[in-house]
């Protein structure tokens, strides 16, 4: 099973990208519990999953100008205590990348042409206990440390890798683009469940202005405020069939 969202504007697209646990786990061939998992061998892509920190906030951006994704690195603990550490980490004791490091050293490869491609990084949303959303597949071009809030963090700035699809007929990118916080928000709000039939599958979120059900109006932008998005399913968003556990 893989991504929603490839390189290909051949491949057609699900009619959700709404996760179960199990299909995650089945997808990535194991349980992944760390929010940054570094792979750059085999099939496997990296992963990146995008959960609420302390207080229930995300902390994920899209910058809808440069087309940029920005996610936030992984608080990190002392070697020594295990305790937390108030500013993000490079390194463990000096000798060890921490999973921020891993990632900022293949971001500064690319980008001083070290690396030819890009790291490709799978990326999913947690929304609930055992539902995640599938953002799709990134190019990590960028890292940058930052101080914020009196502490030390590092940011990560990727591309969508489909930028071929996405500028042609990618008709779920303001979907996608939203920020994992609103998904969750919306979500929350509606139970899990389409609001016009009460079905829990091929479900998306859509801006009440687009939708058929709403009417139509601003397409042409994308929605920031959870209030302005719903949670249809295939049929009360007007398509026509879906498939898969969430499908």
Excluded at 64 to 69: H, S, V
Excluded at 161 to 169: L, S
Aim: charged fraction near 30%.
């Amino acid at each position: 099973m893989t991504s929603n969202f490839l390189d290909d504007i051949t491949v057609p697209q699900r009619a959700t990208s709404i996760l179960s646990a199990a299909e995650l786990i089945e997808r990535e061939g194991v349980k992944l519990e760390k929010s940054m998992n570094f792979r750059d061998k085999g099939e496997l892509l990296s992963v990146f999953l995008v959960l609420p920190k302390e207080g229930g906030e995300y902390k994920d951006e899209w910058d809808a100008k440069t087309g940029t994704y920005v996610f936030e690195g992984h608080d990190s603990t002392t070697v020594d205590t295990g305790g937390k550490s108030l500013d993000q980490l490079l390194m463990y004791g000096g000798d060890k990348l921490t999973p921020n490091g891993k990632f900022f050293k293949e971001a500064n490869a690319f980008k001083d042409g070290v690396r030819r491609d890009a790291l490709q990084v799978q990326v999913y949303e947690k929304l609930d206990p055992g539902v995640w959303f599938d953002k799709g597949i990134f190019d990590l071009t960028d890292a940058a440390g930052v101080k914020e809030e009196g502490r030390k963090i590092f940011k990560f700035f990727l591309m969508p890798a489909d930028r071929a699809r996405a500028d042609r007929d990618d008709t779920h990118r303001a979907e996608r683009m939203l920020p994992a916080g609103t998904k969750a928000e919306v979500w929350e709000r509606a139970k899990g469940r389409c609001v016009v039939c009460g079905i829990e599958s091929g479900l998306r979120f859509v801006s009440t202005q687009d939708s058929p059900v709403y009417g139509k109006g601003n397409t042409q932008g994308s929605p920031v405020y959870a209030e302005d998005i719903t949670l249809l399913c295939v049929k009360d968003r007007g398509e026509s069939s879906g498939w898969g556990l969430l499908g």
